[in-house]
């Protein structure tokens, strides 16, 4: 059983930068290739981005391209997500999530992930 906790979220202006990570424990965090998704008020929770169990592949949603960045450090068991230039409509409670086929990455669907953290809320002001 791996658990999943994250932090690094807050409160911050349009433009501004925040890193969010997520510590797993439980399991071997190596097994397992990790996603970051979100969820606003009244919408889906959406797929973010993910990266495989060596860090070597990333996928990313459209929306967040050129801005986000995932990447993971297997020996401290922790995934980050850098979020740079965040707008308004990045608002919204963050959650990792851990699945085992750790060789692939553009896993949006959320069914397709074993374990998840209880989320981050991020809020970006404009």
């Known amino acids: 059983q791996v658990q999943l906790v994250e932090s690094g979220g807050g409160l911050v202006q349009a433009g501004g930068s925040l890193r969010l990570s997520c510590a797993a424990s439980g399991g071997t965090f190596s097994m397992y290739a990790m996603g970051w998704f979100r969820q606003a008020p009244g919408k889906e929770r959406e797929f973010v981005a993910d990266?495989?169990?060596?860090?070597?592949?990333?996928y990313y949603a459209e929306s967040v391209k050129g801005r986000f960045t995932i990447s993971r450090d297997n020996a401290k068991n922790t995934v980050y997500l850098q979020m740079n230039s965040l707008k308004p409509e990045d608002t919204a409670v963050y959650y990792c999530?851990?699945?085992?086929?750790?060789?692939?990455?553009?896993?949006?669907?959320?069914?397709?992930?074993?374990?998840w953290g209880q989320g981050t809320q991020v809020t970006v002001s404009s």
């Open positions: 999530a851990a699945q085992p086929r750790r060789f692939r990455v553009n896993m949006r669907d959320r069914n397709e992930y074993d374990y």
């Open positions: 990266i495989s169990w060596n860090g070597v592949n990333t």
